[in-house]
């Protein structure tokens, strides 16, 4: 009797295991995917970051004391 129930639902079972392993598989991928965006969003990032400094960093070494001190002037609060 439940050899025969069993036989009878086995492929409702089986359909319904493939669809939920379906969904969890596009839900791991997708949050894999959002995950290696991120982080290759973050190394763009950090990689423009460093260029930005070096040009900075090359613009004040070419600079002489006295513009360099005029720049950071513009940093610096008055004293009242």
Known sequence: MIGALLGDV?????SAV?????FVGAYVKGRKDASDKAAREAAE??????ATAKEI???IDNDSSDDVRDRL????????
């Open 10 to 14: 086995w492929p409702y079972i089986a």
């Open 18 to 22: 493939g669809i939920i392993a379906a």
């Open 45 to 50: 990032k950090r990689a423009s970051d460093l």
């Open 57 to 59: 960093r090359d613009e």
């Open 73 to 80: 002037n513009r940093w610096v609060r008055e004293a009242d």
